[in-house]
């Protein structure tokens, strides 16, 4: 099965989407990917995502 991305709107501080866009252009990525690239390793270093479990169910 495969994973669908589920959008929603996030409202952000003007420096911080500064920061982020800078950020990702340093890593060739867009904004949204540098996000959730971030998000993604946040939360497997707080032990909270487990590839092994279906995570699209919520």
Not at 5 to 28: G, I, M, P, T
Not at 29 to 57: C, F, H, M, P
Request: charged share 40%.
């Amino acid at each position: 099965m495969e994973s669908q991305k589920k959008r929603f709107l996030l409202r952000l501080d003007s420096k911080l989407y500064e920061v982020l866009e800078k950020w990702s252009a340093d890593d060739l990525r867009s904004v949204n990917a540098q996000i959730e690239y971030l998000l993604t390793e946040a939360a497997k270093k707080s032990g909270r995502w487990n590839q092994d479990k279906d995570n699209s169910k919520e």
